[in-house]
């Protein structure tokens, strides 16, 4: 049974940083993109960042640029996102995403076929 677990997620201020990580198991990513999607209340779930299968190529939303920061360690099968300047406009789960087919850092969420639980992260103003 294929599994994404993220950690990492909490309550912070403006300004702090956070680090999220989603451990897979049951399968090898390492030849598959993995993203990061969240969702806020009242809101659809949207694209936040992805990384390729080698870890060489990123795709970020406009809002995240230059503040978040995608990351994979193949050898721990995990997939980071390192946010910092959050801001109270980044409050949401965020879920963490495998794919199957896809190699390339899609945004798109129907290019993934796995998904964790998501983790709550709370940023105050």
């Known amino acids: 049974q294929v599994q994404l677990v993220e950690s990492g997620g909490g309550l912070v201020q403006a300004g702090d940083s956070l680090r999220l990580a989603c451990a897979a198991s049951?399968?090898?990513?390492?030849?598959?993109?993995m993203g990061w999607f969240r969702q806020a209340p009242g809101k659809e779930r949207e694209f936040v960042a992805a990384?390729?299968?080698?870890?060489?190529?990123?795709a970020y939303t406009n809002s995240v640029k230059g503040r978040f920061t995608i990351s994979r360690d193949s050898a721990k099968n995990t997939v980071y996102l390192q946010m910092n300047s959050l801001k109270p406009e980044d409050t949401a789960v965020y879920y963490c995403?495998?794919?199957?087919?896809?190699?390339?850092?899609?945004?798109?969420?129907?290019?993934?076929?796995?998904w964790g639980q998501g983790t709550q992260v709370t940023v105050s103003s």
């Open positions: 995403a495998g794919a199957s087919a896809y190699t390339t850092a899609a945004r798109a969420a129907y290019a993934y076929n796995y």
């Open positions: 049951g399968r090898t990513f390492n030849s598959n993109a």
């Open positions: 990384i390729n299968w080698s870890g060489g190529s990123t």
